[in-house]
């Protein structure tokens, strides 16, 4: 079965500052997503990683404070913006073969100080 | 408003006892409906996807049932190594758009 990974695994931030996450999956996908899961939550989607053009944002999440890349089937980034507090969480990326299933990578656990 | 309501929050169960963990859904046009278990610190694991009312699938111990406004994913004998959260999601629309959306979790523990 094909290997979704993420880096960092987690990682602990000061407020202010950026960090971008990685998703790497070792066969090329259909669709890619970001999800964002806050402590003792459910999940909830950030935004529709789009090959080579911009990502598809929900309700409540924008392009600055998430930007996010897809330079090609197999690979997408999230950067979070000037975090805050509030910004600690698991954040996921899952993809879809074409089959309306979405499997998860491992998650990023984020803490800002 | 789309919205998936699962019940009970948290359920203990001795080895061996079965019982059922339900998912209530409201959606217009369903297209799939999804159930994962996440063990903690790690990313949701695929179990099951489920079509249409009716429909029933199974995988050693569970067995996931669609109605049309609900679905049940049954633990039969279940063993410590079941403990989870177990997340039901919906996906609506003619066409993939990709957004799950997820109820908040029950979260089984399975004693010995």
């Known amino acids: 079965s094909a290997v979704i990974s993420q880096k960092p695994s987690r990682d602990i931030c000061q407020r202010g500052t950026s960090l971008t996450i990685q998703c790497q999956v070792d066969s090329q996908v259909t669709m890619m997503f970001w999800y964002r899961q806050q402590p003792g939550q459910s999940l909830t989607l950030i935004a529709t990683?789009?090959?080579?053009?911009?990502?598809?944002?929900e309700s409540g999440f924008v392009i600055d404070k998430f930007p996010i890349s897809r330079p090609n089937l197999t690979f997408s980034t999230l950067t979070v913006s000037n975090m805050s507090p509030e910004d600690s969480s698991i954040y996921l990326c899952?993809?879809?073969?074409?089959?309306?299933?979405?499997?998860f990578g491992p998650g990023t656990r984020l803490t800002v100080l | 408003e789309d919205q998936v309501t699962q019940s009970p929050e948290a359920l203990r169960l001795q080895e061996g006892e079965s019982s059922s963990l339900n998912c209530s859904y409201t959606v217009s046009g369903l297209r799939g409906l999804f159930w994962y278990r996440q063990d903690p610190g790690k990313g949701p694991e695929f179990l099951f996807t489920?079509?249409?009312a009716g429909e029933e699938k199974e995988k050693e111990r569970l067995k996931a049932t669609l109605t049309k406004k609900e679905s049940f994913l049954h633990i039969t004998a279940p063993k410590p190594e079941d403990s989870a959260t177990y997340l039901c999601a919906v996906l609506r629309g003619s066409s993939n758009t990709g957004k799950l959306i997820f109820g908040q979790g029950t979260t089984l523990q399975v004693k010995p």
């Open positions: 489920l079509y249409s």
């Open positions: 990683a789009n090959q080579g053009s911009e990502a598809t944002y």
């Open positions: 899952s993809v879809d073969w074409g089959t309306d299933t979405q499997y």
